[in-house]
C-alpha cells in the first residue's frame, strides 16, 4: 500500500492521483444530507424522474414497460435497504465526492497555473 493521505483516490495521472480525504467527504456528505427531503420523498422524486406518470402512454406495452421498470426500481431501493444503505445518504455521497472533485480538480488545476473550464 503506498504512502498518503487515507481517502478516495478520484483519479490518476502518471504516479499522481487526486484523493478526497474521508472526513472532507463526511463533512460535505452530511451537510449536504440537512438539505435532502426524507427518504419517502426522495424515492417519489426518483420514481417520478425514471417512471413518469404517463410517459408510456398507451402504446402497445406501454403500461407493462412502465411497470416492470417501476418493479426494477423498488428491487433496487429494496436491495440497498438490506444492505442497510440509506437512499438519501448515498445520494448525499455522490454530491459530496463530485463537489470535492470538483474543487480538487479546481485546485489542481489553478496550480498548474491554467484555467478550467466547464463545458
Known amino acids: 500500500m503506498a504512502d498518503g493521505p487515507v481517502g478516495y483516490a478520484i483519479g490518476e495521472n502518471g504516479p499522481y492521483s487526486v484523493v478526497i480525504p474521508v472526513d472532507k467527504l463526511e463533512t460535505a456528505a452530511n451537510k449536504i444530507k440537512k438539505t435532502h427531503p426524507t ?10 424522474a425514471i417512471v413518469p406518470s404517463g ?5 402497445p406495452g406501454g ?10 426500481l423498488d428491487a433496487h431501493q429494496r436491495a440497498m435497504e438490506q ?3 440509506s437512499l ?10 463530485a ?6 480538480l479546481q485546485a ?5 497555473g491554467g484555467a478550467h473550464h466547464d463545458h
Open 39 to 48: 427518504a419517502e420523498a426522495m424515492k417519489g422524486q426518483l420514481r417520478s
Open 83 to 85: 444492505m442497510g444503505v
Open 108 to 112: 489542481t488545476t489553478d496550480a498548474a
Open 99 to 104: 463537489q470535492q472533485a470538483h474543487q480538487a
Open 55 to 59: 410517459a408510456f402512454g398507451d402504446i
Open 88 to 97: 438519501v445518504d448515498f445520494v448525499a455521497r455522490l454530491q459530496a465526492a
Open 63 to 72: 403500461p407493462e414497460a412502465a411497470k416492470r421498470l417501476a418493479d426494477s
